[in-house]
């Protein structure tokens, strides 16, 4: 069974750190693509950022570039999103997903696999 677990999420203050963590389990994530997309209530799910399934390609939303990057060790099977200089309007549900052999999308609708999503709250 495909599956998809994030984590690392939580509560921290504005101006801290954290480090989300996707990790594939009945599959490997070689030949995929992975995206980090966040949600809060009553908007639509946005895309973060994501990075192509060779490590060679990585995009940004303009709301989070130079605070978060993206990476991807394969030997872990696993994704990484790391979240600097945190604001509170990035407080959300953050999930992860995986799109085949892609070169990595902000577009929700091209991913076919997608985590439970983990909570991020930032306040003071």
């Known amino acids: 069974q495909l599956q998809l677990v994030e984590s690392g999420g939580g509560l921290v203050q504005p101006g801290g750190s954290l480090r989300l963590s996707c990790a594939a389990s009945?599959?490997?994530?070689?030949?995929?693509?992975i995206g980090w997309f966040r949600q809060v209530p009553g908007k639509e799910r946005e895309g973060v950022s994501c990075?192509?399934?060779?490590?060679?390609?990585?995009k940004y939303a303009d709301s989070v570039k130079g605070r978060f990057t993206i990476s991807r060790d394969n030997a872990k099977n696993t994704v990484y999103l790391q979240m600097n200089s945190l604001k509170p309007e990035d407080t959300a549900v953050y999930y992860c997903?995986?799109?085949?052999?892609?070169?990595?999308?902000?577009?929700?609708?091209?991913?076919?696999?997608w985590g439970q999503g983990t909570q991020v709250t930032v306040s003071s």
């Open positions: 997903a995986a799109l085949l052999y892609g070169l990595g999308s902000l577009v929700p609708s091209e991913y076919r696999y």
């Open positions: 009945g599959f490997t994530l070689d030949y995929y693509a």
């Open positions: 990075i192509s399934s060779s490590r060679d390609r990585t």
